[in-house]
């Protein structure tokens, strides 16, 4: 974690804020932020989008009150914004990691499809990867601050998600 917040130099009260009405999905990120230190999250928003798009999201590092300060005028902002008005299943082409034995680390970035099968899933799987930008740059995680390791990471939370939801009595979904 960076120094100033090793000090307690700054920190925000972390807000949740959701426009579509899916808490089970941000009490599915909140649970799996809690084993990560969200002092410098000012909020997490998810937002409902009206465009072609499928999906929008934005990862805001924090800002200091000037440069080489201890302290933050403002703090990581995770928005993730899904599309309200499309019917699923949602398919979207983003950089991923794409197995091959000719690397090293057996897989290399480039263009893939993203498939989720309902609404929930997008968002889910949105949040997830905005949530890796942030603990890759706040350092919280040891994987680079790329986009294919931010699909990888919000897949890897997406199956988490789909696996709880299919373990609910079908009257709890």
Same mark, same amino acid.
């Given at each position: ?37 969200? @002092?410098? %999250? ?10 072609? *798009?499928?999906?929008?999201? &934005? &990862? ?13 005028? @403002? /703090? ?23 197995? =091959?034995?000719?690397?090293? @680390? /057996? ?14 899933? &997008?968002?889910?799987?949105?949040? *997830?990867?905005? &949530? ?5 740059? =706040?350092?919280? %995680? ?7 390791? *931010? ?13 709880? @939801? ?8």
């Amino acid at each position: 974690m960076t120094e100033s917040l090793q000090k307690g130099e700054s920190r925000f009260v972390l807000s949740f804020i959701d426009k579509i009405s899916m808490p089970h999905v941000l009490g599915f990120i909140r649970s799996k932020l809690t084993n990560y230190d969200t @002092q410098l %999250v000012e909020w997490i928003k998810l937002l409902p989008l009206n465009k072609k *798009a499928i999906l929008h999201g &934005c &990862c805001s590092y924090p800002i200091r009150v000037k440069p080489r300060s201890r302290r933050y005028k @403002q /703090g990581y902002r995770l928005r993730a914004s899904v599309n309200v008005e499309l019917a699923p299943p949602y398919t979207y082409m983003h950089w991923g990691r794409i197995p =091959s034995s000719n690397y090293k @680390q /057996g897989w290399y970035s480039g263009a893939m499809d993203f498939r989720f099968d309902d609404l929930d899933e &997008c968002a889910v799987h949105t949040l *997830a990867h905005e &949530c890796f930008h942030f603990l890759s740059h =706040s350092k919280q %995680v040891k994987y680079k601050n790329t986009e294919a390791n *931010a699909n990888w990471w919000a897949d890897q939370w997406t199956q988490e998600f789909k696996q709880d @939801q299919s373990d609910l009595p079908s009257g709890d979904i």
